[in-house]
């Protein structure tokens, strides 16, 4: 199988309360923090299967406000181009919360034999299992 070369976007959050004094700043300074420590481990954390071309951190940071709660959220986006040497290798770097979006850029088509398609669903279920033990633990440390 080829490469497989992608645009994936992430949205790195900080959070805040609404304060007419810091008007929201001080959740878009984590967000932008949180963003170039992301970036820095990105760029210096090799990952098996995965080669990191370019990473694109020139979009703004934008907020947002939970009307119920009146908290408000900045969001630090990246844009990711890689190249990944299989599916599963794909799906393991894309399976976090902060991630937004992905495009293929090549190939045009991918066919998968049986046996790939196995191993996706198998890579995908152990994902979503260590993102589930992932959540328990920040549950249970926040309580």
Partial sequence: MTKIRMRVRFDFVGRGKSNKLFRGKNCVELAEQIREH???????????????????VSQE???????ITNNISAYAPITICLSAD??????????????????????????????????????????LLSYKDYLKRKLDNWN
């Fill in 86 to 127: 299989s599916l599963e290798d794909a799906v393991r770097f894309t399976m976090k919360e902060e991630f937004r979006r992905v495009e293929i850029l090549d190939p045009e088509s991918i066919t998968l034999s049986k046996l790939e398609i196995e191993r996706l669903l198998l890579k995908v279920s152990a994902e």
């Fill in 61 to 67: 940071v934008y907020t947002i406000c939970d009307e």
């Fill in 38 to 56: 992301k970036v820095s481990l990105i760029r210096n954390v090799p990952m098996q299967g995965i080669e990191i071309e370019d990473i694109d």
